[in-house]
């Protein structure tokens, strides 16, 4: 079942061109090879690619998507490995108790990544602030992600409160209304484009634009 999902979406986007090709070799567009992406085929100038993991359930379950820390230590990394593969810490609760609590513990980091590698808090966090991002990921699960669309009057009214939300979604919009990453980091991409993508994430259909002028007229 999963190869004739993947054979479908394979399909339905078609070809890609040369300079397509060669877009997706770079660092920038790695993502856009991931399983789900699907480019659409009415974009040519500019490939316009829809994330379908929102829309397919077994893409978006964790068990099926390994974990993209990156350790320096073979031996706690090995360890780290199978923990992360263990179905008990794939639910809300063992995912937060593996990152803020076990992981810390056994890499003997003050930085500890997520499972998407992203950071879990600001490097100069204090005790008290960890514990703070910690309740904020556990306080997430019962959170509904439609309830994230509350993001955007919070990041136009209260733009320094969006770190708090207790919802991804929520931070991503309140955040994308001011033109920043989802971690909260000024971005060249338009505020109004990024926020309706993330809008778009929201109700299960994110899609990514393809600049193939990008990086075009570096020196070989």
Known sequence: ??????????????????????????????????????????FKDNPV????????????????QPAERKYDDKLTGNIMGILDKTPFFKTPEGQVMLDYFIQPMILRESNPVGMFDQ?????????????????????E??????AGILGVPQGLVAPNSVKYTPSFRGRQLGYAVQGK???GIPSK????????????STFGAPFYRMNLSYGSNKKK
């Open 49 to 64: 690619y829809l994330n379908m993991a929102n829309m397919i359930p077994y893409y978006t379950m964790n068990m099926f």
């Open 189 to 200: 991409e338009p505020a109004l484009e990024r926020t309706v993508r993330v809008l778009s």
């Open 181 to 183: 990453s989802s971690l």
């Open 119 to 139: 950071p879990l808090w600001p490097q100069d966090a204090g005790a008290l602030e960890k514990a703070g991002y910690a309740a904020r990921q556990f306080a």
């Open 141 to 146: 699960a019962p959170v509904p992600s439609g």
């Open 1 to 42: 079942m999963f190869n004739k999902i993947s054979n479908l979406l394979h399909e339905f986007q078609g070809g890609t061109t040369p300079l397509e090709r060669e877009k997706l070799d770079e660092p920038y567009y790695q993502y856009y090879k991931r399983d789900g992406m699907v480019k659409l085929p009415f």
